[in-house]
């Protein structure tokens, strides 16, 4: 496949995870600089890795939370606790992902990924 | 609930996701030193978090390997691995969440996740 | 032991190390939502492992603070740097332990730990 | 050597690197507290290990980004990105050594690494 | 580009820089399950970010070293050590690296990372 | 002071913490290529950092323990056992450290670290 049809679906879905706004925001933060890393983003993971279809987007998005809590990166984690509830997962399944990061990450990976989740969730949090 | 009761049905949950003798092994591999630790992961991993219903035991051994790949925790990434084949995840899924792994914590920790999913799946890896 | 005494004496001491008003803060940050890591936190981290008599109170919270400083969380740093200051330890003796992660987690950690005991310790730290 | 003159030789070279101005400031804000850490930052890493000859400064600038990329430490980035520059690296050069932090330590530690970039380059990253 | 392009001459490049014997072990270790992680190997990071020009290969590879050895990832520190030397890298500049690692990142990763270049540069570290 | 004094007396105590032998077979095993970095371990760690009396040795060694365990670094926490146990530290106390680790760090590195215990250890871990 091309490398430009690669980066436009990868880029059509991500929008669709995401929201447009919220892509086209991030996209523009870095300019001319940040292209060679968008194309990365668009490309090869939304493009390539995200569009394999053996797992369904919801049960990606519950393992990108995993991983992002796991890894410290309450952005990213933000980012994806949005694109989890566009793909249908509730509060409660996010809640179980969280709860096991306290025991096997550290009850501090745990709150950070829960200030995250209540900011994100806002009243669906209650 | 009692604690006891809490380590009692942990154990018994542990024991059918990864086998009764591997975790015999492991009790027993840090003697009288380790019963404390055992009694966290017995009581309160597996007898408090993994029991809630939120969420299916295949989904959550997915967010165990992504989390614990994502961690570079390989011993416990194999744990898991084997964990999920009994809750009947299929490799293939699991090769998607190693794949994001690449993507989004770097291509060492995907190798190092690789390496552990070709020894535990072994012929089913082909 | 029930696990609701298990809550009950981990929540009045941790109450007792880092102050009622600022516990109930943190308790009511994530709502309903974070009432099962809350239980985590009281029951299993401050009703079980803290209360073992094996080692003093002081000598606790010096290895949390070497530990938050290692991994980079400032947050549980910061609040286990008050729960130092509450338990007698010195401004002088914990000082020593961010110089040792100086020298074996590196200057960046250091500096942030630093940042944060500087922050904590206020006119005690001149 | 002296101590003494390591210490003094190595906040000069830190002076030269990041600013008199920006120097100061940093080693203020810790008051006496944070004396012994600043000796180890000017007498053991600027005046010895930044002395060594055998690699120019610029090149020990690239490593420092790149080690502080992949560490997820953004206060220290900012500060040898204003070096690296200083050392005469390009533009250009900082954002391919930020493309291997994508690939090798994830999107989320190259997106951190990037706003650093921007926010540091401002005009150069144009 | 088409994406087989990509790849092809990522692996190429890849084969220039670890051996082409050392590539094919490491291709076939992980065999078909490994397929689509070795394809964002030598499509995306050695058919695309390797093959940018703005930095030469020995600067490069350098950046690898610094960001392996703050990861504490040692296996792919020793691939990209061998290829600092088939890039003309000098054992002393290596180790200038290496010692930047022990200050900013801490003794314990630049002990893992001295044991690999011990390994991989065998007389020539003498 | 002169930094061959700082070498020279960091070089005692180490060798009275860890062992003679212990210490010489480390200082070899990276020969001439390590002499940088021995150097750096020598002088500013236990020339320095380690000279400091503000607090005792003992307490020391469970700082390090902690951070060690905390890092995930199991061979520094190996060394860093024996040191505690030459400290006067006993099993049951580096024991309630490492409890703080499964609960702070999570249980993967509280399991290595128990790892490392029981083996340095030995007897007395029963």
Same mark, same amino acid.
């Given at each position: 496949m091309d490398t430009q049809e690669l980066h436009d679906r990868g880029l059509a879905l991500r929008k =669709?995870?995401?929201g447009a706004e919220a892509v086209d925001r =991030?996209?523009?933060?870095? /300019?001319?600089f940040g292209e060679p890393l968008q194309h990365i983003i668009n490309a090869?993971?939304?493009g390539d890795i995200w569009q394999r279809p053996a797992v369904p987007l919801a049960t990606k998005s519950l393992a990108m939370i995993a991983m992002m809590a796991a890894a410290g990166r309450p952005n %990213?984690? =933000?980012v994806h606790l949005r694109g989890?509830?566009?793909? /249908?997962?509730?509060? +409660? +399944?996010? =809640? %179980?992902?969280l709860l096991l990061v306290a025991l096997y990450c550290g009850i501090p990976l745990?709150?950070?990924?829960h200030a995250a989740a209540v900011e994100v969730l806002g009243d669906m949090a209650e």
């Open positions: =669709r995870l995401f =991030r996209q523009k933060a870095f /300019g001319s090869y993971a939304y %990213e984690l =933000r989890a509830l566009n793909n /249908g997962c509730k509060p +409660e +399944e996010i =809640r %179980e992902i745990a709150n950070e990924a």
